[in-house]
């Protein structure tokens, strides 16, 4: 498949921006170019209306992360993704930026947000020595490996199916350089917020997804 453009947005979810190719896993990027489709599914009760409702660009190219990508090696100057590479197990994560790794041109820069797991906890040790009761469901619920409750219908069998909105490997600062390095990136640094090699960052990133411990930010280079 060829590009229009050289900077790949993966997991972009609801901010599609031009300029960039955004990619998703969700068929909600399918029914998002066939509304006839996703009100046939609301009336057949199969779709949630508040699902349907949920305001997906058709700006967004639907691709498994966890299969190779559809892309030649060198295909792009630089790829982001925010909050996404916790949603898929190690492995898929690792393979997924070696992919990244293959479709950068040289000199190419990769750069991946993903929740503070050092945060998380150190939130939740901060609430035990306050003696929160609700401390432990918090946690829960904040590394969200786990719906707190089964969800039923056509609709809770699709997310128990795909299980693309919970979290499988949670990331620390440490663990997440030693992931950029084990797929082969060389000057993979911590980056700030809005800080970075590529142009323009703040057309995908968003700050309230990094400050405040909610998220780490690490940017790897491709020789």
């Avoid at 068929?27 to 009336?43: D, F």
Wanted: aromatic share 8%; proline share 4%.
């Amino acid at each position: 498949m060829k590009a229009a453009v050289d900077r790949l947005h993966l997991g972009c979810g609801l901010h599609a921006p031009a300029g960039w190719l955004n990619v998703d896993g969700s068929w909600q990027v399918v029914l998002a170019r066939h509304r006839w489709l996703k009100n046939l599914l609301v009336s057949l009760g199969l779709l949630p209306r508040a699902q349907a409702e949920i305001p997906w660009s058709s700006n967004v190219l639907r691709l498994n992360l966890c299969r190779p990508l559809p892309f030649a090696n060198a295909t792009f100057g630089a790829i982001y993704s925010s909050h996404t590479l916790e949603h898929l197990y190690h492995n898929d994560a690792l393979a997924l930026l070696k992919e990244c790794h293959r479709l950068l041109t040289p000199g190419g820069i990769c750069r991946a947000v993903v929740p503070d797991l050092e945060s998380i906890v150190n939130q939740y040790l901060l609430a035990k020595r306050l003696d929160n009761p609700d401390a432990a469901t918090r946690l829960m619920e904040t590394i969200l490996v786990h719906d707190k409750s089964r969800k039923r219908g056509v609709h809770g069998f699709y997310q128990r199916l795909t299980a693309f909105h919970q979290h499988k490997w949670m990331y620390d600062t440490a663990s997440l350089l030693r992931l950029f390095e084990a797929a082969g990136f060389e000057q993979v640094d911590r980056a700030e917020c809005l800080v970075s090699r590529i142009v323009h960052i703040d057309e995908v990133e968003d700050p309230k997804r990094i400050l405040d411990g909610q998220g780490i930010v690490v940017e790897g280079v491709k020789a």
